[in-house]
């Protein structure tokens, strides 16, 4: 353990994260987006996490569907969420099935081959460079900014990685639907399923879940709201079950 790091426990088959406050620990959005691209995603099916942080979704993944075959790599730009994301697939016993790479994805890696995966997923920074709260250390300055990474790169970093008919899933805020849209069509990436995610039934939507295609035709399922609270702090059923 290095100064300022915790140990997590994910309650999904014993695994466990490693997470340090000063950086930028998973929330909620991690955990939905998961669970929303698990029942997609086949037997020996080659995945491939974009701003991967401390390689969560991975790492959830792979604790969701033990024995599939399937082989994770994530990939993030910061060297210290690398070296935790490691240590904690490590601990798990996940080396063998996850893999993490430093790498910024605005630019072309050796170890990521154009067209060779089939399911892309990604957590982004959610706010515009300029907008919000940027009062912080830079670390989760970049996590929530888009300040080395924006739609645009995400969209085209998932395009060259997919190959035709894969699949990207990702979690964003409702209010940036235009900019998806136009990114995504800009990629070849159709939408093809959406899902907004609300605090409460009577408040409005705080979250986007989104899956889209490789060359897909257009055609959009939009799916029943997900409500995470039914009281205050109770969550709802559904949540509770996703949750495992």
């Known amino acids: 353990m290095r100064p300022g790091e915790r140990i997590d426990d994910l309650q999904r088959c014993g695994c466990r994260i490693i997470q340090n406050e000063e950086l930028f620990c998973f929330g909620m959005d991690a955990v939905l987006l998961a669970a929303f691209a698990q029942p997609k995603i086949s037997a020996g099916a080659k995945v491939l996490d974009l701003c991967s942080g401390n390689g969560v979704i991975p790492i959830l993944l792979d604790a969701r569907m033990q024995g599939s075959g399937v082989h994770f790599t994530g990939v993030e730009i910061n060297n210290t969420c690398v070296d935790m994301a490691r240590r904690s697939a490590l601990m798990n016993g996940q080396q063998d099935r996850i893999r993490f790479i430093e790498h ?15 399911i892309v997923t990604v957590n982004p920074p959610y706010m515009t460079g300029g907008a919000g709260l940027t009062g912080e250390n830079y670390a989760k300055t970049i996590a929530r900014h888009e300040v080395l990474c924006g739609i645009e ?24 639907l235009g900019d998806i849209f136009r990114a995504f069509s800009a990629r070849d990436l159709e939408i093809k399923r959406m899902r907004m995610v609300h605090p409460y039934a009577d408040r409005e939507a705080n979250m986007v879940l989104i899956e889209a295609s490789k060359g897909g035709k257009p055609y959009i399922h939009v799916e029943s709201p997900l409500i995470i609270y039914e009281g205050k702090g109770i969550y709802t059923q559904e949540v509770r079950e996703l949750y495992g």
């Not at 910024?104 to 089939?118: L, T, V, Y």
């Not at 790169?153 to 899933?169: I, K, T, Y």
Request: glycine share 8%.
């Open 104 to 118: 910024d994805i605005r630019q072309e890696c050796g170890q990521i081959a154009p067209a060779s995966f089939d």
């Open 153 to 176: 790169d995400v969209a085209a970093a998932a395009s060259s990685a997919l190959r035709f008919g894969g699949r990207v899933f990702m979690v964003h805020r409702p209010h940036r």
